[in-house]
T-cell receptor, first 111, second 115 residues
């Protein structure tokens, strides 16, 4: 029962480096989401994919890109990391009319 | 656009005391409401949800929340907390219609249960 799997769990980058965060779900869910969590701000939606082949911007998309590689996988890319992108990143997936299921997060520090 | 406000950033309580975590939302359309719990260094787990029907919803571990449309609130309560309830709690709202399941979260409330 893997659910939503995120890799890596931890990462430290230097400013300007690029990085792809991976997310995979084995529940055959159509929709997938990327959030960032910052202290006192809750979770904010970066990008989402309502179904395979589609992606859309969320609340805070600047500095990020996403790829819905197939139904299982939804990756988040930072092309040129900035210290303001230091955060905990969560991937989630959902079947129609059901709540979202979350991964355990990727803790990303940018120096 | 919808928004969620959790009125308390931190709530300290003693074990076996009652607790209420407050959540208010704003939305111009129908909503679905959720409470998620996050234990240290873990992801979010669904605690309970309101989709339709009875306005009082319960979780398996003794939490309950009541949807109050007139007050636009969805407060979380537990009559007697346990040390293991120490965690951060997030209220979230999803709008009806073609929202693609997107959630808007509150800022979170850290519940600390002291012995």
């Amino acid at each position: 029962n893997a659910g939503v799997t995120q890799t890596p769990k931890f990462q430290v980058l230097k400013t300007g480096q690029s990085m792809t965060l991976q997310c995979a779900q084995d529940m055959n869910h159509n929709s997938m989401y990327w959030y960032r969590q910052d202290p006192g701000m809750g979770l904010r939606l970066i990008y989402y994919s309502a179904s395979e082949g589609t992606t859309d911007k969320g609340e805070v998309p600047n500095g990020y890109n996403v790829s819905r590689l197939n139904k299982r996988e939804f990756s988040l890319r930072l092309e040129s990391a900035a210290p303001s992108q230091t955060s905990v990143y969560f991937c989630a997936s959902r079947a129609a009319q059901q709540p979202q299921h979350f991964g355990d997060g990727t803790r990303l520090s940018i120096l | 656009a919808q928004s969620v406000t959790q009125l308390d950033s931190q709530v300290p309580v003693f074990e076996e005391a009652p607790v209420e975590l407050r959540c208010n939302y704003s939305s111009s359309v129908s909503v679905y409401l959720f409470w998620y719990v996050q234990y240290p260094n873990q992801g979010l787990q669904l605690l309970l949800k309101y989709l339709s029907g009875s306005t009082l919803v319960e979780s398996i571990n003794g939490f309950e929340a009541e949807f109050n449309k007139s007050q636009t609130s969805f407060h979380l309560r537990k009559p007697s907390v346990h040390i293991s309830d120490t965690a951060e709690y997030f209220c979230a709202v999803r709008c009806g219609g073609t929202s693609y399941g997107k959630l808007t979260f509150g800022q979170g409330t850290i519940l600390t249960v002291h012995p």
